[in-house]
């Protein structure tokens, strides 16, 4: 599938600003998963200076400063991708869970070594007792890693209740396990750190649906706010999405942008403010499918992006 | 040579601790060679000089404010440093062998981070187990990819050194985060070379100021762009760091200006010093922040200490930051163990310096052996420092010992556990005697382009007992001077009197940092409101005493309406004074009451402190005697004592403002308070006759308080001999230029000072401040009082009231104005 993107965030502040500087992460990457062919990123006021580079976890990250005093800081971020289609495996010939720990924890060098790196603590993911004891009875000896994950995910779509109004972005995860409630960046946390408790390597990835309707109805413009989701690391697969807000393995529908060890490390826009004291913020965004498609809602009909048994 | 110290008055009663090496004596009990000299000559002034030059030693401290914050301590000023007469005393051959260590350590460091930061050889190819940095809190992934000039971390690295009853040295800690206690060994040395001038020329000391002209010029050299004058600044977290006196020393020392983050700013991925002048490029910092709050931006985005901005500045390689951000990664002892075979990997050599015996519980291996032994290890975090001290096994009873590694299993990478250190002992004068104490010796080197250099020399710490087996400075301790003794004499140097330079003679000091004008600003706003408060307040409590008491006289009430009106008692006095002492007693000393003595007073206290390095021992003395005349005695105060108590408070501040006429040199510092208290007293001068306008429109019995809370009260008697006037009253308090009270006079003063302020624009033209104090000076002068006054009372008209409020309004926008154009710069553009 092919995707233009349109991404658009809004502050408005209570008094003038006059220098903020930010830290980035819009660009979506081209990998073996995905292929990005455009990418423009435009403010206004335009930007004093706007510089590249790769973070630590390989993704690209751009900071931009504003000079001059303005009571408005609108970011647009434009770009095309392509997402190609997976063939997910077989979730019951992966390998028991205790291999994929195991394997992550003793070997010196390679993929799985570098993925062990996923298994500690995180600023927004701490070890928590709480993540063990919900998460132990997805994982009984030998049961294959995937199938372990596709229980996990389901229980957790099913325990959890999604509710924009929970949590923000600073909701500590006690708080979120607590209740119970929350939007995709606390059902991402705590699946992460589920994961984590039993020794699997798992991710944090921020990226976008595809924004469909139900049949008949006028694609709504900005209707979604960016996703979140998780990866974890199966040795010789690799790393492998799944989607607990939609209780799906995401396939062609999910466009990556960045991954990192929780939100703190791929926060679309981070900034610094002189001045501005309050600000409020209004983010939109739109996937468009370029190539004609079958619409879906994902949440509500997870069917065509590879269900959960 | 024995036979001669055997006689020894000092050694006589002196008892080395079994089983730990003595720094002074071997075990027989007679002296090391390098200590004869020093024993002798100590022997010679006999024990009532000793403890008179001990006496020096404090009396040195005291007077240069060495200071060292503990933390939870409440009296928050800092408590004075210790340093015991007695040096610690190593050989240079000795000396040597240690510094080839140390040096090896720096160098080894620094390759560890900067593989840590680049291509992580070390986990992919030298077997470092990857949870070193995937568990270290300190290993700052924004920092990945940034290479330092001359891809050098740690400039500054200090290391504590014990040593083992066998008389060799280990390593007890590195430290390359923000590296403390060098500015602490010089202040040691400058004033041990004061109290033991003698001992310490004729004892071949080596020197320590080649050290920092060392670490001066590589600061210098890390200058991303080639400039005859790199900007080098010293980043301080402020007055309440432990170590702030350091920082103030080590700047001034080596000639760098001390900065706080709002000192900063980032445009165009490049840092500036905000200065009155401008904003100034900044091509080095020396850090004395740790480096995870240091950019709010990229890393904790909870800092207050931070620069938005300079991690991107770093990264575009438009700053060099001492030591480079990130460099906390290795300030771990789970390091440790590794260093051995990291030598051989990275260097080919052997470590020289053998550290404490460390396991890091974050492998199998190791945990297993630390649960087995337990009872002989002490542990420690192994990434975090701040609060945790050390807990000693052996110490615990069976169960708090399962309950410990019950938490160290929960999470084995925070832990790492060591042998316990048997310290050296050195000598301490206590009680005319010396007595042996555990010690720690904190060593220094700088790294630069072309090798590294060790300090000769340290910051030695003592425990205050013997039996104590952790010795910090935070947890109480004293410290001592550290000589390395040259084989010959030494050659002399400082960096006072510069080799090989021309010392510029400077008359006024550039480049005042703005948040420096700002609170020297603030310092002449508020003490010339503490003033104002004071007679305000001695206006009323003068009447309530003597004849005048109990007696409502008609210029009290007028009083009583005009401080209602000026918001400083409450409007219940208006029918009846009963209570109006409590109401005095409040405003003098409750500190939480808004707008009292006590609250201003605190507020004057809290910026004074954060200037403490601009201001005068004897100013610093008149603010504390402030201080303590107003902590209060009793809950109640008969108005006789709360009077005399508000006369000796004007007394105290009349001092305060003499010092600032007659001590501070005329630079932009001094002329900012000025304008901060001639704005303060302009703005109040207004606001009075504006109140006294509205409560006595028609009658004359407010006159006389105006004229006393205006200190005009004499200048008027003596012009006019007569019962005050509206008009006569009006002119000298507002119009009069030769009276120092009036409105007219301080603009006038303002204008003098505005026309003297930098221009910080291009073409160098007038600032726009003078103009607009210009317009308001004429404006005062021009206005006539005589149609207004008139027009007031007569016709109920509030021209006057109103011309009032509007200048009052008008200064308070020149304040804003000065604000925005000197201390914030926020419409400062570069491009």
Redesign the interface.
Known sequence: MKYRILHKTRYDYEVDVSLSQHIAHLRPPSNARQRCTEFRLTTKPATALKADHEDYFGNPTTFFSIQGDHRRLEVTARSVVEVMPLELPNREQTPPWEIVRDRCRSEKTGPAADAGDFTFESPMIPHLPGLLNYGAPSFPPGRPILTCAGDLTERIFQDFKFDPKATTVATPMERVMKRRRGVCQDFAHFQIGCFRSLGIPARYVSGYLETSPPPGVARLIGADASHAWVQIFVPDLGWVDIDPTNNVFPNDRHVLVACGRDFDDVSPIRGVMVGGQEHTLSVSVDVAPLTPGKPAKPRADPSPSGPLA | MISETATSSLLKGYRPTPGAYDEMVHSSGSPRESWVGLIQALDRMGPEELDARQESVNRIIQENGVTYNIYGDTQGSGRPWELGLMPLVIPINEWRSIEAGLIQRTRLLNLILSDFYGPQRL???A?LP??L???NPNFL??C??IRPPEDLFVIMHAVDLARAPDGRWWVLSDRTQTPSGAGYALENRIVLSQVLPDEFREGHVERLAGFFRILRDTLQRLAPAARSQPKVVLLTPGPYNETYFEHVYLARYLGFPLVERDDL?????RVFLKTLEGLQDVDVILRRVDDTYCD???LR?DSILGV??LL?SA??GNVAIANALGSGAVQTPAITAFLPSLAQWLLGEELLLPSVATWWCGQEAQLAYVRDHLRELVIKPAFTWTGAEPVFGGRLKARERRALYASIE??P?AFVAQEEVALSTVPVLASQQLAPRPMVLRAFVCAGPSGCTVLPGGLTRVSTATDRLVVSMQSGGTSKDTWILADGPVNPLSLLKAAGGIVRLERAAADVPSRVADNLYWLGRYAERLEDTVRRLRCLTVRLVGEASGDNTPDLEALIRVLIRLDLIPSEFEDSLSGVEGVIHRLIFRKDHPGSIADIASRLGSLAFTMRDRLSSDTWRILNRLQSDLRPRSSRMAPGAALALLNTLILDLAAFAGMETENMTRGHGWRFLEIGRRLERATNGATLLQAGLAVEALGFSALDPILEMADSTITYRRRYFAQPQWLSVLDLVLSDDTNPRSLSFQLGALGQHAVNLPSTSPEGTQVQESLQIETLHNAVRAFNLEAALEAEFEHEDTQLSDQLAGWASDLRGLSDALARHYF?H??T??S
Do not use: H, Q, S, Y
Request: charged share 35%; hydrophobic share 35%; net charge positive.
């Open positions: 986990l992919r190819e077997g990857r949870a940095l995937a568990a992934r924004p990945f990819g700013t980032v445009r165009d991925r709010p931006l990229e985005a938005p901005g991107e990264r575009a929960k999470n990478f914030t926020a419409d553009r570069v």
